[in-house]
Structure formats: structure tokens, C-alpha cells
């Protein structure tokens, strides 16, 4: 290193800057009242809140885990005779597959 700095060809150009200017600020935004008098819409999309899901958890002992696929009406299905039964997620499945044992024994 030559501890030169590399000449980019503007000289002495910006060595004064004593006539130098500045531009004048740009003019403030308008606000959103204006906008709503001149007939412009706003284009943001408004949040809509997401509904909130119910707790489901208790104490019970149950320590595995099942994760399953299923479509949006299946689950749907589950959960409201989850709630007409009064019990747990993981009851409910229990039940369901003590009547599947059954309905393979009786066959």
C-alpha cells in the first residue's frame, strides 16, 4: 500500500463549496383527511383479527403425541363433537378408537 489515495477526476471541483445552496424542503405529505375529501382511497388492506382458538388443555397423564392430516371439515367435525361431549381431545380419541377395536373384533 502506498498510503496515496487514487485520483477519480473531479480535481479541485468540490474543494469549495462556499456558493453551495441547499434546495428547498420537500412540501409535507398531505393529510389523510384531504385525500378523503378529494374522493382518493386508502389502499391498505385492513387487518382483519384472525379468530381466537380454544384452549383445549388439561392434565390427564397423556405424555405421546399423534399428528395427523386431515381436511378442514374433519377437524371441524371432531372438535364440535369434542365440545358436545364435554371431554378432552385426546378422551375423544381414545373413544374413537376403542369403537374402532369393536367395530374390527365384530367383524
Known sequence: MTGTRAKIGFGDALGDLGNFT???PAKPAPA????AQAGFMRREPVPVPAP????RRRR???????????????LAAFYAAVDAM?????????????????????S
Do not use: H, W, Y
Open 22 to 24: 441547499p434546495s428547498s
Open 32 to 35: 389523510p383527511e384531504a385525500a
Open 52 to 55: 381466537q382458538k380454544q384452549q
Open 60 to 74: 390427564t397423564g397423556r405424555n405421546a403425541q399423534i399428528n395427523i392430516k386431515a381436511t378442514p371439515e374433519t
Open 86 to 106: 364435554g371431554c378432552g381431545v385426546g378422551e375423544a380419541f381414545e373413544m374413537a378408537v376403542e369403537l374402532l377395536q369393536k367395530k374390527l373384533s365384530d
